[in-house]
Nanobody
């Protein structure tokens, strides 16, 4: 079993930055695909970014060039650096994990077995 705990959310003005953290426990996630999803009120959960294998990354078009996903295997933690934030980035952000050694990016929420509780990000205009 893998437990995930997100932190780092908050209220920020448009154009600002936040860094989200996702701390994993229970086992090493070095061989896991680690992803961030988000869900705004009334919307479905949507893919944001994923990091897997030896540093492969993939981003949603809406965040490409503004968000960066990284991981520190020594801390069993994944990060999401969010820059140039926009009001439409407002959502609850979730961390997800799935054991995976393949080559394609996992972008569907249904492909992940482990989820954190979420952290709220609010971007004011």
């Amino acid at each position: 079993q893998v437990q995930l705990v997100e932190s780092g959310g908050g209220l920020v003005q448009a154009g600002g930055s936040l860094r989200l953290s996702c701390a994993a426990s229970g086992r090493s996630v070095s061989s896991y695909a680690m992803a961030w999803f988000r869900q705004a009120p009334g919307n479905e959960r949507e893919f944001v970014a994923v990091r897997w294998s030896a540093g492969s990354t993939y981003y949603a078009d809406s965040v490409k060039g503004r968000f960066t996903i990284s991981r520190d295997n020594t801390k069993n933690t994944v990060y999401l650096q969010m820059n140039s934030l926009k009001p439409e980035d407002t959502a609850v952000y979730y961390c997800a994990a799935q054991l995976y050694r393949g080559s394609r990016p996992k972008k569907e929420a249904s492909e992940y077995d482990y989820w954190g509780q979420g952290t709220q990000v609010t971007v004011s205009s």
